[in-house]
Antibody, heavy 121, light 107 residues
Framework: EVQVVESGGGLVQPGKSLRLSCAASGFTCGSYWMTWVRQAAGKGLEWVANINQDGSDKNYVDSVKGRFTISRDNAKNSLALQMNSLRAEDTAVYYC???????????????WGQGTTVTVS | DIQLTQSPFFLSASVGDRVTITCRAS??????LAWYQQKPGKAPKLLMY???TLQSGVPSRFSGSGSGTEFTLTISSLQPEDFATYYC?????????FGQGTKVETK
């Protein structure tokens, strides 16, 4: 079964760090762009970051630039999000997702995890 | 940033109804637009990508259209399992952005 499973969420104080992990199975993670999306309670979806297949291209939403780092370990079929200098507004469910990508561009996030909850308080 | 504005915010409908959700972009972009369905407590599910291409396994009652700054998601005959929140997303210009969501509720 193709799936991704997030872990690492929890309660953390403002200014502290947390590292989220995403384990992929059923597909070769290294063949896909991967991404993180977050959703605050009762709110909409917010794209956070993405990374290309070999980790050489990373993109971030402005609000996390300089604080969050996306990375991957293709040998372990995994993705990570290192979150530093956390703020109350980073409180959300964080989803790991697989990106469909082709010659025409990006085709959406087709495999999502169940999410991991980060609370900054 | 490209702002995506969905309308309506809430939609009350009955089983069998034809439902249309609009997603308007603050500036024109290529057709790298996707639609997602999200049910409470669950992860989003990809319905449509590249504006009008149905994701594998998604029922054909869902369709998408549009270009430039206006895009639509249509459900031709609403089914009980379709009551959910729908989001559009542009994946053309960073930062990628989502619409605020449209909640489809039972009338």
């Amino acid at each position: 079964e193709v799936q991704v499973v997030e872990s690492g969420g929890g309660l953390v104080q403002p200014g502290k760090s947390l590292r989220l992990s995403c384990a992929a199975s059923g597909f070769t993670c290294g063949s896909y762009w991967m991404t993180w999306v977050r959703q605050a309670a009762g709110k909409g979806l917010e794209w956070v970051a993405n990374i290309n297949q070999d980790g050489s291209d990373k993109n971030y939403v402005d609000s996390v630039k300089g604080r969050f780092t996306i990375s991957r370990d293709n040998a372990k079929n995994s993705l990570a999000l290192q979150m530093n200098s956390l703020r109350a507004e980073d409180t959300a469910v964080y989803y790991c997702a697989r990106l469909r990508h082709g010659e025409g561009g990006f085709y959406g996030m087709d495999v999502w995890g169940q999410g991991t909850t980060v609370t900054v308080s | 940033d490209i702002q995506l504005t969905q309308s309506p915010f809430f939609l009350s409908a009955s089983v069998g109804d034809r439902v249309t959700i609009t997603c308007r972009a603050s500036q024109g972009h290529r057709s790298d637009l996707a639609w997602y369905q999200q049910k409470p407590g669950k992860a989003p599910k990809l319905l449509m990508y590249a504006t009008s291409t149905l994701q594998s396994g998604v029922p054909s009652r869902f369709s998408g259209s549009g270009s430039g700054t206006e895009f639509t998601l249509t459900i031709s005959s609403l089914q009980p399992e379709d009551f959910a929140t729908y989001y559009c997303q542009q994946l053309n210009i960073y930062p990628w952005t989502f619409g605020q969501g449209t909640k489809v509720e039972t009338k």
